[in-house]
């Protein structure tokens, strides 16, 4: 559903000044996330795919944490204090004040329904016009509608109004058509009802949808649109439901690149935000988080057991049991098992991170490889380098840190301690074990080992009667009597 053109006769509030009591947090209910974002973006998306005239988001409990995430986003938002009067109708009557003008209809939208799309809210726009309603609300059936607020309708099967649980009857209660929180108004009537609505209930707060009460009292039109797919108006109230709304948007995003073209092998245990994207042909295996601004290409293996935060990942890259941040990786290329890719790691073309290796800051050209238990920090890797299993890059000296630079076709011995600051020109090579403090000129090798020295029958001097002492005579003994067969025989 797309909307060029803005609809003036439009606009949308948004609910987001409760303090969300049930999710005892100290943070904000509507900035806990679910797919990436804060539910009260996943709302704000939603309604600027209606291109509406206003947009107000009303927020009181931690204001400012709430404003600066509403306007990050949007700007264009109008952000609007409600005051000490609580409750939905109240937050409402406050957004209204803020357009006194306005005239046409107004979608409220709780800042606690996420996973609502514009194309149902659309349909609810059209219908309510097409009625010509005075309120139009979404509904939903629910096996279980604990802590929504119920829809009582007449004999003739029209809604007369809404009973917020805490306030119901035992037999309001056993209803299980519940208000969504999602309603279309015309603003006049709204603004009418809203002024009439008191605060005695279980809450002591003054209820939007004691409105739709008000409104039927008058005798006006109030429609109600049961929605058939009741995932899209789960409400966040405490922890429970925030993973459930978490998995209902996660299967939802996980479809949709199935759809694309991707192979996800087990949509249970893979997680994808929102603002990742996949192309097709992406195999993703299980236990896979895909997070964040996370772009993947054609042909990449991402997994079993791999994260990826706001990583780019290459064509026909296969990364497996990895943990990886803020990382770039080329097209062909071969990431774990098991490494940890820290920000600011670019492996190019044809290169590999491999098994138990760190990387941080760091540059690795195109083909090469640091294959095991190795840690690179702060480091540029040129063209066709191998660095010997066990590298690690000395970078930081206590005080600051510093950078090794490996020139191309560089290949380093096993066990190498590289003390930053410090270069090895191109075609290097160093020693097992070596410790390069100082500048490698191109072409050179580099041993910084002492030559080996063997002090014959240590272990029996100094350790007799252990295990080693006697394997160590037993071979002694051995290679005597070898000895003497070879003198007798030749
Ligand atoms: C509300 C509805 C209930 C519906 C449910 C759907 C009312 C009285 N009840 O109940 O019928 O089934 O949503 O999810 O409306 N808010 C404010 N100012 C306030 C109080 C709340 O802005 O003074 C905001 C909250 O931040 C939240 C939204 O309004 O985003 C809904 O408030 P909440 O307390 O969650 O209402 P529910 O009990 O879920
Ligand atoms: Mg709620």
């Known amino acids: 559903m797309t909307h060029n053109t803005r609809d003036e006769a439009l606009a949308v509030v948004i609910l987001a000044a409760g303090e969300g009591t049930r999710m005892k947090s100290a943070l904000p209910k509507v900035l806990h996330r ?8 996943h709302v704000l998306d939603t309604a600027r795919g209606l291109a509406p005239a206003h947009v107000l988001v009303v927020v009181r409990h931690e204001r400012d944490q709430v404003a600066e995430a ?16 609580p409750g939905t109708g109240r937050a409402v009557e406050v957004a209204l004040a803020e357009i006194p003008e306005f005239a046409g209809d107004v979608l409220v939208l709780s800042g606690d329904v996420p996973l609502l799309d514009a194309g149902i809210l659309a349909e609810l726009l059209r219908s309510h016009r097409e009625a010509v309603a005075a309120a139009t609300l979404l509904t939903a059936v629910v096996d279980d509608p ?50 009439r609505v008191g605060v005695s209930n279980a809450q002591g707060e003054k209820y939007l949808t004691d409105v739709i009460g008000l409104l039927r009292a008058d005798a006006l039109e109030v429609a109600a649109s049961v929605t058939p797919d009741v995932s899209l108006t789960l409400g966040v109230n405490d922890r429970v439901q925030l993973s459930e709304a978490g998995r209902a948007l996660n299967a939802r995003t996980v ?30 295996l299980p236990n896979t988080h895909i997070l964040r601004s996370t772009v993947i290409a054609t042909g990449a293996v991402i997994g079993p057991d791999t994260t990826l935060v706001d990583c780019e990942v290459g064509e026909r890259a296969v990364i497996r049991r990895a943990d990886a941040t803020l990382a770039v990786f080329g097209p062909d290329t071969s990431v774990g098992p098991f490494a940890y890719v820290r920000p600011g790691t670019q492996l190019f073309a044809a290169g590999k991170i491999g098994t138990f290796v760190e990387t941080k800051n760091s540059i690795i050209g195109e083909g090469s490889k640091v294959p095991h238990l190795s840690y690179v920090g702060d480091t540029t890797i040129g063209r066709h380098v191998n660095l010997g299993a066990g590298a690690i890059t000395a970078n930081y000296d206590d005080l600051a840190k510093h950078r090794t630079e490996i020139g191309d076709e560089v290949h380093t011995g096993s066990h190498n301690v590289f003390v930053a600051p410090v270069r090895l020109g191109e075609g290097a090579k160093t020693g097992a ?58």
């Open 255 to 284: 479809r949709h690149w199935q759809l694309q073209g991707a192979t996800i092998q087990d949509p249970d245990t893979t997680w994808i935000d929102v603002t990742a994207t996949l192309a097709p042909d992406v195999t993703v």
């Open 146 to 195: 604990t802590g929504y607020g119920r829809i009582l309708r007449g004999a003739n099967g029209r809604v007369t109004r809404i009973v917020e649980q805490r306030d119901a009857l035992a037999d309001e209660a056993a209803v299980r058509e519940i208000n969504a929180g999602v309603y279309v108004f015309r603003a006049p009537e709204l603004r009418g009802c809203l002024s």
């Open 34 to 41: 679910i797919g990436g974002l804060p539910l009260v973006e």
């Open 433 to 490: 074990g070596a410790v390069i403090r100082k500048d490698v000129p191109a072409g050179a090798l580099a041993v910084s080992v002492a030559p080996q020295r063997n002090v014959e029958g240590w272990v029996e001097d100094h350790r007799p009667g252990t295990g080693a002492a006697q394997a160590a005579a037993r071979a002694r003994s051995a290679q005597k009597a070898d000895d003497g067969a070879q003198e007798s025989h030749g």
């Open 70 to 85: 509403v306007l990050g986003v949007a700007p264009e938002v109008v952000i609007v204090d409600q005051d000490e009067v």
